[in-house]
C-alpha cells in the first residue's frame, strides 16, 4: 500500500489519490487518463494497469531506485505523468510524499525526495529560489518531462551532484520510453530508448516506436527525429508544428531555440494566414512591456524567413494543465490579434 508522507498538502490532493487509489484497487482491468491537449483538444483514453506496471518496472529499474524510497507526487493525477509516479510507489514499494500540484512543487517540502519527476516549469521556478534551489539539487533522481528542456534550463542544471534526465514518452505509451541525461559527463542530447523500446522513421521523417511492454501498437508520432548508429534518437520539432512560409519550412521549436538565450519571458512562435506568403511567422510575448527592438533582436538570431512577421504582446502564454504551450490556443489567439 501507499503510505503518504504528506507535509503540508491540501485535502484536494488527497482527495485525487485516493480516488485513484480506489480506481487502481478495484476489478476493472484499465484506468482512465486524459492527454495533456497540447496541439488540439484533451482527449480521454482508458490504459491497461497491467501495462502501467510494466512501464514502472522498466523507470524503477533503470534509474536504480530501491525499495523505501521517497518519490514526489507534485503533478495533477488527471494526466499519466500523476498516475505513474503513484505506481511506481505501489510496484517498487516507494514511500510516496504528495505536495499540492503547483509551479514551486518543494515550497512546502522538508527534506528533498529521492526521486522526483517534474516539468520544466516547475524545475525552473524551483532555480529561482534560493532554498528550493538547494532541495533540487539534493534529489538523487530528477527525471523532467511534459515538455522540451531548453539549452538555458539545461546549463542551469549541467553542475547537479545527482543524475537529472529529460525523459521522452506520451500518455499512449504510459509516460516515458527514453532518457537522456542532462548534467554530468553523460549529458547528451540524444535520447536512449528502454532496452524493450525499438524505434525507426517513418517515411515522413516522424518517430515510430514499438514498446510491445507498455503498448500493443506500432505508434507512429508527429515528432520529426533523427537516429544516430548506436540506436539514439534526437527530436527535432513536431510535423504539425511546421510554418509554411513563402514556400520555406519553418521548425516552431528550432525557431523558439535559437530565441530562447535573447527573450528573457515567456513566448511562442506560430503562423496566421498571409495572402501572399500563405503563412506568416508569428511572435507572441508575455513582457511587462512593448518591446520596440524586439523585431530586430529576432532578424539577429533567426535566418530571414524564419522571422516574425506580426509580434504581438499577450498578458500570458495559453498553456495546458500539464504546463505545456497549448499550440491551438496560441495559434488562435494569433488569428485573432491579426485580424484587429
Not at 513566448?267 to 506568416?280: H, Y
Amino acid at each position: 500500500m501507499v503510505q503518504p508522507v504528506t507535509p503540508s498538502a491540501r485535502p484536494d490532493i488527497h482527495a485525487a489519490l485516493q480516488a485513484f487509489l480506489d480506481e487502481w484497487h478495484d476489478r476493472r482491468p484499465t484506468v482512465g487518463v486524459q492527454t495533456s491537449g497540447s496541439t488540439g483538444t484533451p482527449k480521454h483514453m482508458q490504459v491497461e494497469k497491467c501495462r502501467m506496471e510494466a512501464s514502472a518496472r522498466l523507470t524503477c529499474s533503470f534509474l536504480g531506485l530501491q525499495r523505501g524510497d521517497t518519490a514526489l507526487l507534485c503533478m495533477p493525477l488527471q494526466y499519466i505523468a500523476g498516475k505513474m509516479v503513484v505506481v511506481r510507489s505501489l510496484v517498487w514499494g516507494l514511500r510516496l510524499v504528495t505536495v499540492q500540484p503547483s509551479g514551486h512543487p518543494l515550497a512546502d517540502v522538508d527534506e528533498a525526495p529521492v526521486f522526483a519527476a517534474m516539468i520544466p516549469m516547475q524545475v525552473y521556478n524551483s532555480l529561482q529560489v534560493p532554498r528550493e534551489r538547494e532541495l533540487l539539487r539534493r534529489v538523487k533522481h530528477l527525471i523532467i518531462g511534459g515538455g522540451a528542456v531548453d539549452d538555458s534550463l539545461a546549463r542551469a542544471l549541467r553542475d547537479f551532484p545527482h543524475a537529472v534526465w529529460s525523459t521522452y514518452g506520451m500518455t499512449e505509451t504510459l509516460s516515458h520510453i527514453a532518457l537522456r541525461r542532462l548534467n554530468g559527463e553523460e549529458a547528451s542530447e540524444w535520447y536512449t530508448p528502454f532496452d524493450s523500446v525499438r524505434i525507426r522513421l517513418s517515411e515522413r521523417g516522424t518517430l515510430v516506436i514499438d514498446a510491445p511492454a507498455v503498448n500493443p501498437q506500432t505508434l507512429e508520432t508527429n515528432d520529426i527525429a533523427e537516429l544516430n548508429e548506436r540506436g539514439q534518437f534526437r527530436i527535432l520539432g513536431r510535423a504539425d508544428n511546421t510554418i509554411n512560409t513563402g514556400g520555406v519550412k519553418v521548425q516552431i521549436e528550432q525557431a523558439e531555440a535559437r530565441l530562447a538565450p535573447i527573450l528573457p519571458f515567456p513566448f511562442a512562435v506560430t503562423a496566421v494566414p498571409d495572402a501572399r506568403l500563405g503563412e506568416a511567422v508569428t511572435l507572441l510575448y508575455a513582457a511587462p512591456s512593448e518591446q520596440p527592438d524586439l523585431l530586430q533582436g529576432c532578424r539577429d538570431v533567426l535566418p530571414p524567413y524564419w522571422c516574425p512577421k506580426h509580434c504581438y504582446r499577450v498578458a500570458s502564454i495559453p498553456q495546458t494543465g500539464s504546463g505545456k504551450v497549448s499550440r491551438a490556443e496560441v495559434k488562435e489567439l494569433a488569428r485573432r490579434l491579426a485580424k484587429g
